[in-house]
C-alpha cells in the first residue's frame, strides 16, 4: 500500500521558469510533511517542510503547499536553476520521529538551459 | 560540524556471498541511526534504525540484519545475499531523542547482487 505518491517520475522544465512537483498521500493521519532533493551518487538531503497547520511554507526560491482536504501536496520552484536538476522526494508523517516517515518514490526534475 | 560516512559507494555481490556495510557518524553523540533501501523506480524504505549502542528495530522483515556496537558507528550485513538484495542502501542520522524527522544521510551504497 503506497500511502505517499509521486505520480510523475519525471518533469522537465526550462530554466527561469516554474517547477511544480507534485506529492499525493492517503493516511489522513499525517501531519507532518517533507520534501529531500538527491544529486546522483549522493544522499538526499532536506530541502523543506511543512507542519498541517499550516497550508503554506516558504524558503526562498522553494515553496510548499498543503492542500489537507485534497491530501495533496507540492513543491513550487521559483525560477529554476540548471543547479535544481535532481530527484525530489517527499515524505510524510503521522508521529513524530523520522523512523515514521513515509516516501514517495520520487520525481526527476531537469532543468533545460 | 556533524558528518556521516558511508562505505563501500559500490559494491558486486554473487548470490549467497555474505555483506557488511558500514556507516559512521563524527560531531555528534547519541545519534539515531537508519539504514534505508531504495529499490529501482521504488521510494525510500526503511531497514533498521537505533536508538542507541546494541539497539535495533527492525521495520521489514528480510535476510539482513544490523547492529551497532558503538555509539556513532551502525552496521548492516547479510550471512548470504539474494538477487532482491540488489538496491541503493542509505545511512542516515537525526540527533538522539524524539520528534526529529529531519534526517541527514549518507551518499549511499549501491549494491548489486548478481
Known amino acids: 500500500d503506497q500511502q505517499v505518491k509521486q505520480n510523475s517520475p519525471s518533469l522537465s522544465v526550462q530554466e527561469g521558469r516554474i517547477s511544480i512537483l507534485n506529492c499525493d498521500y492517503t493516511n489522513s493521519m499525517f501531519d507532518y510533511f517533507l520534501w529531500y532533493k538527491k544529486y546522483p551518487a549522493e544522499g538526499p538531503t532536506f530541502l523543506i517542510s511543512?507542519?498541517?497547520?499550516?497550508d503554506k511554507n516558504e524558503d526562498g526560491r522553494f515553496t510548499v503547499f498543503l492542500n489537507k482536504s485534497a491530501k495533496h501536496l507540492s513543491l513550487h520552484i521559483v525560477p529554476s536553476q540548471p543547479g535544481d536538476s535532481a530527484v525530489y522526494f517527499c515524505?510524510?508523517?503521522?508521529?513524530?520521529?523520522?523512523?515514521?516517515?513515509?516516501f514517495g518514490q520520487g520525481t526527476r526534475l531537469t532543468i533545460n538551459p | 560540524s556533524q558528518t556521516i560516512h558511508q562505505w563501500p559507494a559500490t559494491l558486486v555481490q554473487p548470490v549467497g556471498s555474505p555483506l557488511s556495510l558500514e556507516c559512521t557518524v563524527e560531531?555528534?553523540?547519541?545519534?539515531?541511526l537508519y539504514w534505508y533501501r531504495q529499490a529501482a523506480g521504488r521510494g525510500l524504505q526503511l531497514l533498521f534504525y537505533s536508538v542507541g549502542i546494541g539497539q535495533i528495530s527492525s521495520e521489514v522483515p528480510q535476510n539482513l540484519s544490523a547492529s551497532r556496537p558503538q555509539d556513532r558507528q551502525f552496521i548492516l550485513s547479510s550471512k548470504k545475499l539474494l538477487l532482491s538484495d540488489s538496491g541503493f542502501y542509505l545511512c542516515?542520522?537525526?540527533?538522539?531523542?524524539?520528534?526529529?524527522?529531519?534526517?541527514?544521510f549518507g551518499s549511499g551504497t549501491q549494491l548489486s547482487v548478481l
Open positions: 560531531g555528534t553523540s547519541n545519534p539515531n
Open positions: 511543512i507542519s498541517s497547520i499550516k
Open positions: 542516515a542520522w537525526t540527533p538522539g531523542g524524539q520528534g526529529n524527522e529531519k534526517l541527514f
Open positions: 515524505a510524510a508523517s503521522a508521529q513524530r520521529g523520522a523512523q515514521k516517515l513515509v
